[in-house]
């Protein structure tokens, strides 16, 4: 496709639960990045890949988050035992290394 | 610590009106620049961005934005504003600090075009 493609769009999860979120970056972006979008709030960095590197895992806010990136494309959030406060929409976002970030539509997440 | 500041959480003007949409920042070195705009129930979408050169940029539907280094600010600015421009948009920085290349957004400013 030509744009940053997430799945699902949203999600209903029941507190408890753990949650795998995809994103699929524009064929070529070497660099993939996750960020959290709350509710009347801005964008909260989580994480970065850029190739073969050691990715940014600075801003994952509890070791119940992860993410991988796997052949250097398709990106998973994972959040375990998902809580009330991890509903957000989830946004990822890929770039070649020194241009702008192109945004996915976002995965709304809804812990109930 | 490296931020992003947008002063205003709302901007009100009038169709037809100029409008600023302000953003400063506080990071090391020379950034990237960059405007977001976001509309309802969408992800963000580029409007411009600032990587050397002319201080004044031009970007997507009319858009344009001011760096001033002094300032170390980049407003974003359109001289007539449209009811569609009515959005939430974003000053986001890129650090060309060594070994990172995230970027650090503001906490968006709503956009409201009157009739």
């Known amino acids: 496709g030509a744009g940053v493609s997430q799945s699902p769009s949203n999600k209903v999860t029941e507190k408890g639960k753990d949650v795998e979120l995809r994103c699929d970056p524009i064929?070529?972006?070497?660099?993939l990045y996750w960020y959290r979008q709350s509710l009347g709030q801005g964008l909260e960095f989580l994480i970065y890949?850029?190739?073969?590197?050691?990715?940014?895992k600075s801003g994952l806010p509890s070791d119940r988050f992860s993410a991988e990136r796997t052949g250097g494309s398709v990106s998973t959030l994972t959040i375990q035992r998902t809580q009330q406060e991890d509903s957000a929409v989830y946004l990822c976002?890929?770039?070649?290394?020194?241009?702008?970030?192109?945004f996915g539509q976002g995965t709304r997440l809804t812990v109930v | 610590a490296q931020s992003v500041a947008q002063p205003e959480d709302q901007v009100n003007v009038a169709e037809g009106n100029p409008l600023t949409v302000k953003c400063t920042y506080s990071?090391?070195?020379?950034?990237?620049l960059f405007w977001y705009v976001q509309y309802p129930n969408r992800g963000l979408q580029f409007l411009l961005k600032?990587?050397?050169?002319?201080?004044l940029v031009k970007g997507s539907y009319g858009f344009e934005a001011e760096f001033n280094k002094s300032q170390t600010s980049f407003h974003l600015k359109k001289p007539s504003a449209l009811v569609s421009d009515s959005a939430l948009y974003f000053c986001?920085?890129?650090?060309?600090?060594?070994?990172?290349?995230?970027?650090?957004f503001g906490t968006g400013t709503r956009l409201k075009v009157l009739a």
């Open positions: 600032y990587i050397t050169g002319d201080n």
């Open positions: 986001a920085v890129r650090p060309l600090t060594s070994g990172t290349y995230k970027y650090i």
């Open positions: 890949f850029q190739g073969n590197s050691a990715p940014d």
């Open positions: 976002a890929s770039s070649p290394t020194s241009s702008e970030a192109f």
């Open positions: 064929s070529g972006h070497t660099a």
């Open positions: 990071v090391s070195g020379n950034p990237y």
